[in-house]
């Protein structure tokens, strides 16, 4: 089983900086890319970014262009989502994804993470 925890939200000011975490644990498995995406209430799941998982490509939602960056570590074992210059409409929940090798969407999901963005 493949499981997905995201850590790292919390209660940030407008114009401050969070970082969230994404580690993956269970059995090994072969991806395709890593995503981030958010949903805020009453509001449908919006894409924030994501990392081609062979060679690191990134994409990002024009949302958050220039203010957030996917990353990942040396050991490729955890992915990160560094949110500078937050604003309160990025008041969300927070969720890393995964999409396998053979998937042709983001087939494996975390929890979920808060972030609230206060003016």
């Known amino acids: 089983q493949i499981r997905l925890v995201e850590s790292g939200g919390g209660l940030a000011q407008a114009g401050g900086s969070l970082r969230l975490s994404c580690a993956a644990s269970g059995r090994p498995f072969s991806r395709v890319a890593m995503g981030w995406f958010r949903q805020a209430p009453g509001k449908e799941r919006e894409f924030v970014g994501s990392m081609r998982w062979s060679g690191g490509t990134t994409y990002y939602g024009d949302a958050v262009k220039g203010r957030f960056t996917v990353s990942r570590n040396v050991a490729l074992t955890t992915v990160y989502l560094q949110m500078n210059n937050l604003k309160p409409e990025d008041t969300a929940v927070y969720y890393c994804?995964?999409?396998?090798?053979?998937?042709?969407?983001?087939?494996?999901w975390g929890q979920g993470t808060q972030v609230t963005v206060s003016s």
């Open positions: 994804a995964a999409q396998g090798v053979g998937s042709e969407s983001y087939n494996y």
